[in-house]
Nanobody, 119 residues
Framework: QVQLVESGGGLVQPGGSLRLSCAAS????????MGWYRQAPGKERELVAV???????NYADSVKGRFTISRDNAKNTVYLHMNSLQPEDTAVYYC?????????????WGQGTQVTISS
């Protein structure tokens, strides 16, 4: 089991930047993959970016070249660096942890952090 706490959301003007943080309650080296998802009003939750414990990353097409996911193993924290933000990036952003134990996959979620892009 793991608890996840997100931080770093806020209100930013179009073209601006934000960095989201997700602090885990256990070593992220023991977590198979961590990712960021987002959910805008009236829309389904969607994958934004994911990084596995080998460091391999994957991004949604809509954020490629603008967002970067990274991890600090010493701090048990995963980051989402967001640049060139646009109004369509407005959403609640959730941190996710995927843990595989005895061939069973479990997913854990943070409480979410609001990101609003507006002038």
């Amino acid at each position: 089991q793991v608890q996840l706490v997100e931080s770093g959301g806020g209100l930013v003007q179009p073209g601006g930047s934000l960095r989201l943080s997700c602090a885990a309650s256990r070593s992220i080296l023991s977590i198979d993959a961590m990712g960021w998802y987002r959910q805008a009003p009236g829309k389904e939750r969607e994958l934004v970016a994911v990084i596995n414990n080998g460091g391999t990353t994957n991004y949604a097409d809509s954020v490629k070249g603008r967002f970067t996911i990274s991890r600090d193993n010493a701090k048990n924290t995963v980051y989402l660096h967001m640049n060139s933000l646009q109004p369509e990036d407005t959403a609640v952003y959730y941190c996710n942890a995927k843990i595989i134990v005895y061939l069973k996959t479990r997913y854990y979620w943070g409480q979410g952090t609001q990101v609003t892009i507006s002038s």
